[in-house]
């Protein structure tokens, strides 16, 4: 499965779509009004079938909710059917169940095996109307779903799903493996020893949003200022992460080149939030280990992933010796055991390189 994303030509025509995502949002709240209602009623759970059969029947009645396909509707009775089933899984680790949004604030409508159709070259047809988007790259594979996007700035992008039918081989060229670990002043320490550091526009970034969003708090709710306030700090959010987005890339690139296989532990994004409490900072590993993956891929590379559980910061690469605690003011330390120096990022890399090493499949 690989997920693409087109952006679409700005058009008059794109006001349709809109009112489709303006709709999928009405149905969504009419859903969640009558999971509600049941609920009050019966004391139990609406299920999934008979609200979407509801639902069929109301739009049949209902031109405006004609305009969101009767696939797109389909799925959002089953995104909030998801969402409840992790309510009643995960309730007592605080999972909230889904509730009203905003229909301003919905985003998007996705349809499934119908509803939309391919027309060659750039053009989709989309329920009745035919539109355009810029084709950065080719559709191969089968497309699985569509969905409409609409960002904060009201620009539509249309992402696709695609079931990509050839694997890769992979290909070993360098006969190389090599560890990471993530931080925030160098953004990844290699078990070779190299490090990189994370570029300087990463702080500028962070302190042009905040007084983006400085002054996008101070301008009067509902005036006009605020909303220029609140268009120019989502721009401020968008040249930033285009800009990262560059930097990943090249950085993905160059060690893709350097390596065959690549190791890293898996992220604990909330933890690493609460510690660092820096939002910017914790997606974008998120999103570099994306974009590794894919060129990875498309490479015939290999992304390993070491279970965070593992103390790789507390184990000597040495010789194995684990200590018992380690303050994470501590950046080097010496090991009672064999006496080596550990500098802490970097046996932390040795230490994931080596448990990735031993879970990695060669073919
Ligand atoms: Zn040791």
Known sequence: MKTLKFKLYSHKRNRYLKRSINAAGVIYNHCIAIHKRYYRM???????????AHIAKLRKRNPFWQQVGSQAVQDICQRIEKAYQLFFKHNKKGVRPPEFKKVKKYKSFTLKQAGYKFLGGNRVKIGQKVYQFWKSREIEGTVKTLTIKRTPLGE?????????AVE?????TTGRIAGFDFGLKTFLTCSDGSKIESPQFFKQSLNAIKKASRQHSKKLKGSANRERARKNLVRKYEDISNTRRDWFWKLAHELTLRFDVLCFETLNLKGMQRLWGRKVCDLAFGEFLQILEWIAKKKGKQVVYVDRWYPSSKTCSNCGHILENLDLSVREWRCPSCQSVNGRDENAAKNICAVGASTAQVR
Request: net charge neutral; hydrophobic share 50%.
């Open 156 to 164: 539509l992008f249309m992402v696709i799903v695609v079931d990509d």
């Open 42 to 52: 019966w004391g139990k759970h609406l299920n999934c079938a008979k609200l979407q």
């Open 168 to 172: 890769p081989e992979i290909r070993f």
